[in-house]
Each structure stands twice: as structure tokens, then as C-alpha cells.
């Protein structure tokens, strides 16, 4: 997968993710015409360039960026499952799983191998589905506000609107994920209740009705609302900082590869800061699937202070991990598929105008 990606980037007019596309030097190239009044061309054709699939900001733009969230969310969250269930166990059981060597080992002597993969089918559905909604909504969200608050506001405010723009996808996001996140739950945590995704729904329906799979959403919300808003916020200004004072040269004279070092490097330090600010919050989703009729103020308070961070140290590792591999199958997808990708954000002609 990730080898057809290199191909692909290698073979591409676009020759760094942040670089200018260049049309064939053969194919003939209209060139629009300025409109009176204005500091920008208009658009000559639908599409901007002759390699991209669609335009930027139509229907088919986001629905593509929602399929690349599809295939970034969905592989990463299944790939790493055996950490997210010895970190579920961390979380509701400290006495039995003492740490992430600890809880693997016992896992494995009680249940083989194959113990470890309990609960991917559940995961793959419900982070594909989240996935979908978290990045073709982000970008939508994103180019709509952008709209709303006009290009100098956007410029000037963009880490805002970064924020702004997460949050509201992963509020939808969120509701598409919750069924399947509570199912994923109790077959990882509670021993016996069921083996596989098939097994858990009905048994779930009959147990607490629909509830059973929604009365976890408002603490998935207080965890994945501040993640994906630190997701992304804090990606897209590290990738900016690591450029301005890390990198010794101008990002468009970087190699594929190098972008992709200074990419993983932003989502994993993105990473990081996610898994600090949502993993109270995680605790208590975890803790609330496991037990009948809990509230989720009632799990904060038997859980107290110390006992919301049970389970941090493999979930700095899993989400840093995920978050790193994310964008970059993200950016590959729009890559292969063809997605148009805007120059980074800078200054507008009439900013620069106001300040001399």
C-alpha cells in the first residue's frame, strides 16, 4: 500500500505536497483571464489543473477527502488493536493488568495470540466511519468558514479556524463512531460477554436497548472533540514551525522523503498533545462500556484524579503512532486519487497592501 503512495508521488506533477502543480509542458494551457477589480484570476475551467480529479471545494473535492479519511482512520486504528486492548484493560482493570508488558502477557497466556485481535471488526466499521466524517467534514467546515469570515480573517485567525472546523466534524463524526466504540468496549474488557461484533449487538440490544450503544457518546465527545481539535490545530502549525526553524531548507526544496520525515514528526508531537488532553476522558468511555447503568460522573468519581490516567503511557505510543500514519496515508490518498492540494496558507495581497 504505502509503496504504490511512493510510486504515485514519485510519478506526480505534484512533486511535494506543498509544492505548485506544473501542467504538461506539451498540453496546451489556457490561461484565465484577470477580472477587472480584482487581485485574483478567474476560473477558466472546473477544474484547476488538468491532473486533478475534481475541484476544489465541489461535492466530489470532499467526498474524496472523505474517502481518504476512510482508508487513513480506519487501517491505522485496526492495525494497532492488540495496544488498544491491553490499554482498555489498563483502564478498567489496574490490579489484574499491572502495565503494557503486563497486560500483554496475560492476555496472550489466557486467550493465545489471537486474544489480542478481539474487537477489529467493530473498530474497522466504526473508525472508518468516523474517519469519513472527520476529514470530509473538516475540510467542508473549513473552506465554508473560511468563506464566512473572508480571506484576511482566515489568514490572520487560521489556527482558529482550524479549531473551529475539527471540533464540528468530529461532533458528527463522533455520533457515527459511539454504536461501535461501545460494542468494541465490552468485547475487550468484559470476559465472557462476547467474542466477536456479531455476537455483542444483539446481546447489547436486548441487555439495554439502543442505549446500550449512545450512552457513551458525551464522554466520546469530551475525549475525541479536544483530540481531533489538537489533532489537527497543533499538526497544521508544527508542520509550519518545524519548516520555519527546524528544517535547514524552503519546503518546496525538500524531497518527497524529507516532507514525509517533517510530516510524521509533526503528527507524532501532534500526537502526543492529543493523547494528554483526551485521555481522562478515554478512561471514563472505557469504564462506562464495561458498567451496567453508570453514569459517566459516577465513573469520574470512583475513578478520582489519579485513577483518570490509568493507561497513558500506551496511549502517548498508539495515538502519537496513529496520528503520524494518519496524515501521511492521508496525503497519499490525495496524492493517488488525484485530490487537489493548496499551496500553504499565506499572506493575501491585500494584508501585505495594509501593513506598508
Given at each position: 500500500m504505502f509503496s504504490s503512495f511512493f510510486e504515485t508521488a514519485r510519478n506526480s506533477p505534484f512533486r511535494t505536497p506543498m509544492s505548485m502543480a506544473r501542467c504538461d509542458a506539451a498540453a496546451p494551457v489556457v490561461e484565465p483571464q484577470p477580472v477587472e477589480g480584482r487581485q485574483i484570476a478567474a476560473?477558466?475551467?472546473?477544474?484547476?489543473?488538468?491532473?486533478?480529479?475534481?475541484?476544489?471545494?465541489?461535492t466530489k473535492y470532499f467526498a474524496l477527502c472523505g474517502i481518504g479519511g476512510i482508508l487513513s482512520c480506519g487501517t491505522?486504528?485496526?492495525?494497532?488493536?492488540?495496544?488498544?486492548?491491553?490499554?482498555?484493560?489498563?483502564?478498567?482493570?489496574?490490579?489484574?493488568?499491572?502495565?503494557?508488558?503486563?497486560?500483554?502477557?496475560?492476555?496472550?497466556?489466557e486467550e493465545g495470540a489471537r486474544g489480542l485481535a478481539k474487537g477489529w471488526f467493530p473498530t474497522l466499521l466504526g473508525y472508518s466511519a468516523q474517519g469519513l466524517c472527520k476529514f470530509g467534514l473538516y475540510e467542508l467546515f473549513k473552506v465554508k468558514y473560511?468563506?464566512?469570515?473572508?480571506?484576511?480573517?482566515?489568514?490572520?485567525?487560521?489556527?482558529?479556524?482550524?479549531?473551529?472546523?475539527?471540533?464540528?466534524?468530529?461532533?458528527?463524526?463522533?455520533?457515527?463512531?459511539?454504536?461501535?466504540?461501545?460494542?468494541?468496549v465490552k468485547i475487550q474488557t468484559i470476559p465472557g460477554y462476547a467474542n466477536n461484533f456479531r455476537e455483542a449487538v444483539p446481546k447489547m440490544l436486548k441487555e439495554e436497548g439502543v442505549n446500550a450503544f449512545y450512552k457513551g457518546l458525551v464522554p466520546l465527545w469530551m475525549r475525541q472533540i479536544p483530540y481531533t481539535m489538537m489533532k489537527f490545530a497543533c499538526f497544521e502549525r508544527t508542520v509550519e514551525l518545524l519548516y520555519k526553524y527546524v528544517v535547514p531548507k524552503p519546503r518546496a526544496d525538500c524531497t518527497k522523503g524529507e516532507q514525509l520525515i517533517v510530516t510524521f514528526a509533526a503528527g507524532y508531537i501532534a500526537g502526543v498533545f492529543c493523547a494528554v488532553v483526551s485521555h481522562p476522558a478515554d478512561v471514563v468511555v472505557s469504564k462506562l462500556n464495561?458498567?451496567?447503568?453508570?453514569?459517566?460522573?459516577?465513573?469520574?468519581?470512583?475513578?478520582?484524579?489519579?485513577?483518570?490516567?490509568?493507561?497513558?503511557?500506551?496511549?502517548?505510543?498508539?495515538?502519537?503512532?496513529?496520528?503520524?500514519?494518519q496524515w501521511f496515508i492521508y496525503d497519499g490518498v490525495k496524492v493517488a486519487l488525484g485530490i487537489p492540494r493548496p499551496p500553504p496558507p499565506e499572506m493575501p495581497a491585500s494584508l501585505k497592501a495594509k501593513q506598508h
Amino acid at each position: 500500500m504505502f509503496s504504490s503512495f511512493f510510486e504515485t508521488a514519485r510519478n506526480s506533477p505534484f512533486r511535494t505536497p506543498m509544492s505548485m502543480a506544473r501542467c504538461d509542458a506539451a498540453a496546451p494551457v489556457v490561461e484565465p483571464q484577470p477580472v477587472e477589480g480584482r487581485q485574483i484570476a478567474a476560473a477558466a475551467t472546473p477544474v484547476a489543473n488538468q491532473q486533478d480529479s475534481c475541484e476544489f471545494g465541489s461535492t466530489k473535492y470532499f467526498a474524496l477527502c472523505g474517502i481518504g479519511g476512510i482508508l487513513s482512520c480506519g487501517t491505522t486504528h485496526t492495525f494497532v488493536v492488540p495496544l488498544d486492548l491491553v490499554k482498555c484493560r489498563l483502564q478498567v482493570d489496574q490490579a489484574k493488568y499491572k502495565n503494557l508488558v503486563h497486560g500483554f502477557k496475560v492476555t496472550v497466556a489466557e486467550e493465545g495470540a489471537r486474544g489480542l485481535a478481539k474487537g477489529w471488526f467493530p473498530t474497522l466499521l466504526g473508525y472508518s466511519a468516523q474517519g469519513l466524517c472527520k476529514f470530509g467534514l473538516y475540510e467542508l467546515f473549513k473552506v465554508k468558514y473560511a468563506e464566512i469570515i473572508g480571506e484576511e480573517n482566515a489568514y490572520l485567525y487560521r489556527t482558529s479556524l482550524y479549531l473551529a472546523a475539527s471540533a464540528s466534524a468530529e461532533f458528527f463524526a463522533d455520533i457515527a463512531l459511539a454504536p461501535f466504540e461501545a460494542a468494541k468496549v465490552k468485547i475487550q474488557t468484559i470476559p465472557g460477554y462476547a467474542n466477536n461484533f456479531r455476537e455483542a449487538v444483539p446481546k447489547m440490544l436486548k441487555e439495554e436497548g439502543v442505549n446500550a450503544f449512545y450512552k457513551g457518546l458525551v464522554p466520546l465527545w469530551m475525549r475525541q472533540i479536544p483530540y481531533t481539535m489538537m489533532k489537527f490545530a497543533c499538526f497544521e502549525r508544527t508542520v509550519e514551525l518545524l519548516y520555519k526553524y527546524v528544517v535547514p531548507k524552503p519546503r518546496a526544496d525538500c524531497t518527497k522523503g524529507e516532507q514525509l520525515i517533517v510530516t510524521f514528526a509533526a503528527g507524532y508531537i501532534a500526537g502526543v498533545f492529543c493523547a494528554v488532553v483526551s485521555h481522562p476522558a478515554d478512561v471514563v468511555v472505557s469504564k462506562l462500556n464495561q458498567a451496567k447503568g453508570a453514569s459517566a460522573i459516577s465513573v469520574a468519581k470512583s475513578l478520582g484524579f489519579s485513577g483518570m490516567w490509568n493507561g497513558l503511557t500506551p496511549r502517548i505510543i498508539m495515538i502519537g503512532t496513529l496520528t503520524a500514519l494518519q496524515w501521511f496515508i492521508y496525503d497519499g490518498v490525495k496524492v493517488a486519487l488525484g485530490i487537489p492540494r493548496p499551496p500553504p496558507p499565506e499572506m493575501p495581497a491585500s494584508l501585505k497592501a495594509k501593513q506598508h
